[in-house]
Nanobody
Framework: QVQLVESGGGLVQAGGSLRISCAAS????????MGWFRQAPGKEREFVAA????????YYSDSVKGRFTISRDNAKNTVYLQMNSLKPEDTAVYYC????????????????WGQGTQVTVSS
């Protein structure tokens, strides 16, 4: 079965950096667009970044553009999110997701989801 397993979350001070990863199995990873989403307590899940199957195009929400970088390694079936200049408002559970059609910002478009990894940014 398809599994997406996030790792690398933790506690970091404001202004710091963190890289989270998502390892995929049970699917042909190189055919899927991948996205990162996040959900803070009491809020809806929101789009963070996405990357198409080949890795040649990426998309970001306005709130993270210029601070976060999404990348992927199709040989390792892994997608990454490098997060720099972190702010307390970045605190959330971060989820990766796989989309067979493309790489969009819409939650409903994605076929598979990971269990999430907590990122906490202290002020």
């Amino acid at each position: 079965q398809v599994q997406l397993v996030e790792s690398g979350g933790g506690l970091v001070q404001a202004g710091g950096s963190l890289r989270i990863s998502c390892a995929a199995s049970g699917l042909t990873f190189s055919l899927y667009g991948m996205g990162w989403f996040r959900q803070a307590p009491g809020k809806e899940r929101e789009f963070v970044a996405a990357i198409i199957a080949s890795g040649s195009s990426t998309y970001y929400s306005d709130s993270v553009k210029g601070r976060f970088t999404i990348s992927r390694d199709n040989a390792k079936n892994t997608v990454y999110l490098q997060m720099n200049s972190l702010k307390p408002e970045d605190t959330a559970v971060y989820y990766c997701a796989a989309d067979r059609i493309g790489a969009t910002r819409w939650v409903s478009q994605y076929d598979y989801w990971g269990q999430g990894t907590q990122v906490t940014v202290s002020s």
